[in-house]
């Protein structure tokens, strides 16, 4: 099951910062926060990760509180071209323990973002 | 920008038939993956592939799946006597050693 916790769905206008949130209080010293978006039926598309320090690229900016137990996603600018589904998923660093990493969806945040 | 590559995009089979969906990741990449979707419902994890073995497996990827790496470029993925409860879309991906997946963009698979 996922670890983690979002609500099921969000409005945000356009042009607006869209601050998605993620709870994760049972995370582990050595899991990663990543996050994925899913635009109608395509595949899931990476936009970060991190893992206690706030991180931003070209896509979004992860902010991480310190006790890591939750997170946020900004999307500072949203467009209608972000309306998607997005997941907050925790596990461990790639090839940490003979781990292969695998993600495990919840059920995911339903941003819709409005004209 | 690297993508994945799926084939078929859309499958029709009847049940009871075998059918092979088929992927091309991207080419430097280590780690490959089949994931589905019901319609309406979560991303499900079936399988990961590295190294030429399968590495880890859900619930779901029992003994009517089957993944292959046949030539260094495809990865394939077969189920044998297809139900009706397969119909979904099935999701390719892979991964370098240290960034995030890849998708693909799906096949959807329809049982009738």
């Known amino acids: 099951d996922a670890k983690t916790t979002q609500p099921p769905s969000m409005d945000c206008a356009e042009g607006r910062a869209a601050n998605l949130p993620c709870n994760h209080s049972?995370?582990?010293?050595?899991?990663?926060v990543y996050w994925y978006r899913q635009i109608h039926s395509q595949g899931p598309q990476y936009i970060i990760h991190g893992l206690k320090n706030n991180e931003t690229n070209e896509m979004a900016s992860l902010i991480i509180t310190e006790d890591r137990k939750s997170s946020t996603l900004i999307l500072p600018h949203a467009t209608l071209r972000d309306t998607a589904v997005y997941y907050c998923?925790?596990?461990?660093?790639?090839?940490?323990?003979?781990?292969?990493?695998?993600?495990?969806f919840g059920k995911g945040t339903k941003l819709s973002v409005k004209p | 920008e690297p993508e994945v590559t799926q084939t078929p995009s859309h499958q029709v089979t009847q049940m009871g038939q075998e059918v092979i969906l088929r992927c091309v990741p991207i080419?430097?990449?280590?780690?490959f993956y089949w994931y589905r979707q019901i319609l309406g419902q979560k991303v499900e994890f079936l399988v990961s592939f590295y190294n030429n073995e399968i590495s880890e497996k859900s619930e779901i990827f029992d003994d009517q799946f089957s993944v292959e790496r046949p030539d260094g470029s495809n990865f394939t993925l077969k189920i044998r006597s297809t139900k009706l409860e397969d119909s979904a879309m099935y999701f390719c991906?892979?991964?370098?050693?240290?960034?995030?997946?890849?998708f693909g963009s799906g096949t959807r698979l329809t049982v009738v």
């Open positions: 998923i925790v596990r461990v660093a790639m090839n940490y323990g003979g781990s292969q990493g695998n993600l495990i």
């Open positions: 049972t995370i582990s010293g050595n899991e990663y």
């Open positions: 991906a892979s991964r370098g050693r240290f960034y995030g997946y890849t």
């Open positions: 080419s430097n990449h280590l780690y």
